[in-house]
């Protein structure tokens, strides 16, 4: 039968509900700027009821659990549109790094040096030039030359640096997730939530999703089992490390991605990974490529005509570019006119004010020699930098268009999930009352209770 001391126990279960109310408000005003963190509300619901002669009288509040609040679509819809952004974002930075070596249009640029170059045997044809001037301007354009060639070998080679760091990186996200997924299953074994484990799994999974293509299903015993395309790389309490092999390609050493201890190459990447590979893989030989192109023709088209032609000296059959050199990083002049600038050829007969061989050189800036004759060396060089800067501008525009969306997501989700202090004052206010209130309940009752073994059973009093 329902009492006083029924009543005191109401009080005291008042008391501990609205105290575990108060220390999660406080836990959340906390955390308001922890990364990750997802706001916290106890559960509370009334306890069995106590059937009586006079009816059902309630007996309490108790506390069910706590949880955290999280949206599970949008943290899914985030990773998803996270990978791409960790893609885009790292092809942006790479054509914008491309964009600053080539640095066009510019003073001594390699078109500046080029035109330079051009322009010396346009003055030789007038004899307003000197054969010290063309041999100065072909150094300048040989060195241009050998310096992008450079500046790209060493890019794609610090990409292919970057790539093994973020295996490495991956790797340390993964086995902390691994190790989470044990920890959170212990933990929640009582029927209990692990919130603040789960919270730093959800943290490192939106992590993981910049670096990698990322998908998550979470087990009916609190596991989050990982995949990386149809590849679980966590799976409970293991994590499989992703690992990289070296190989030589075209005499390059070059990591490729396979699954540690074996020599599967890894497939379905995303994310800074993928933008990475197509950096080393794609993007940087593309420009490479092109940049060996030029030179091969400049090469080839200035040799076909100097050799033709007669130096100063009578020489003929003289190359003025090394033959066997015809690549961006060796590109150089021959020993011949090294040695003896006379060589170079001027003449087409070697007759005195024939001028003919100095005159064709010089028109091959505008002469269509590349792409089956419809550009000319000028031409092929504008339209590559031409070309750079508007797959940089969609690189930037796509990452752009990520970021916003990804911003946009994240927004909605810490609608949801996130602390807001307004909202936390008001419910540590309501609590306090609610506490205060449950005091006076015990107090109350505690009164009575004085009443009742102080005031009654004594006779004559």
Not at 58 to 81: A, N, S
Not at 358 to 369: E, N, Q
């Amino acid at each position: 039968m329902a009492g006083l001391f029924q009543t005191l126990d109401i009080g005291r279960r008042a008391l501990l509900a609205n105290q575990a109310c108060l220390n999660t408000v406080g836990h959340n005003i906390a955390n308001v700027d922890t990364p990750g963190y997802s706001r916290q509300r106890v559960n509370i619901s009334a306890t069995y009821p106590l059937q009586t002669t006079q009816g059902v009288l309630g007996t309490g509040v108790d506390v069910t659990d706590i949880k955290h609040i999280r949206d599970l679509f949008l943290g899914q819809q985030y990773r998803q549109e996270n990978k791409s952004l960790g893609q885009w974002s790292y092809k942006e930075k790479i054509y914008s790094q491309i964009e600053t070596m080539f640095n066009e249009p510019n003073d001594n640029t390699l078109s500046d040096r080029l035109n330079a170059f051009w322009e010396s045997w346009s003055a030789l044809s007038t004899y307003e030039g000197t054969r010290e001037n063309i041999l100065a301007e072909a150094e300048r354009l040989t060195n241009g030359f050998h310096e992008l060639s450079s500046e790209l070998t060493r890019l794609q080679e610090s990409l292919d640096e970057d790539i093994v760091n973020v295996t490495e990186q991956v790797n340390m996200i993964t086995t902390e997730i691994a190790m989470l997924n044990n920890q959170i299953k212990s933990q929640e074994l009582g029927g209990t939530h692990a919130n603040d484990l789960r919270d730093r799994r959800d943290l490192l999974l939106d992590e993981l999703s910049t670096l990698i293509d990322v998908n998550s299903v979470e087990q009916a015993n609190g596991d989050l089992t990982v995949y990386m395309g149809s590849m679980s790389i966590v799976n409970g309490p293991e994590s499989i490390r992703v690992g990289t092999k070296l190989v030589n390609i075209d005499g390059v050493p070059t990591h490729k991605l396979v699954w540690e201890g074996t020599s599967v190459e890894l497939v379905n990447k995303n994310g800074q990974l993928k933008g990475l590979i197509d950096s080393r893989d794609k993007i940087v030989p593309k420009y490479m490529d092109e940049l060996n192109t030029l030179a091969r023709t400049i090469v080839e088209q200035v040799n076909a005509i100097h050799v033709t032609g007669y130096g100063a000296n009578g020489s003929t059959g003289v190359n003025f570019f090394d033959p066997d050199c015809v690549e961006a990083h060796n590109i150089c002049i021959s020993a011949e006119i090294l040695h003896d600038p006379s060589r170079i050829a001027a003449s087409a007969s070697g007759e005195e004010g024939d001028q003919e061989t100095a005159v064709a050189i010089s028109k091959l800036r505008d002469t269509g020699v590349l792409e089956n004759g419809t550009l000319s060396i000028t031409e092929y060089y504008n339209s590559m930098v031409g070309a750079l800067g508007v797959k940089s501008r969609e690189a930037q525009s796509f990452a752009s268009n990520f970021d916003l969306l990804t911003q946009q997501i994240s927004n909605s989700r810490e609608s949801v999930q996130g602390v807001s202090l307004d909202e936390e004052m008001t419910n540590m206010v309501k609590y306090q009352q609610a506490y205060e209130a449950a005091a006076r309940v015990i107090t109350a009752i505690d009164e009575a209770l004085d009443t009742v073994i102080s005031g009654m059973g004594i006779v004559g009093r």
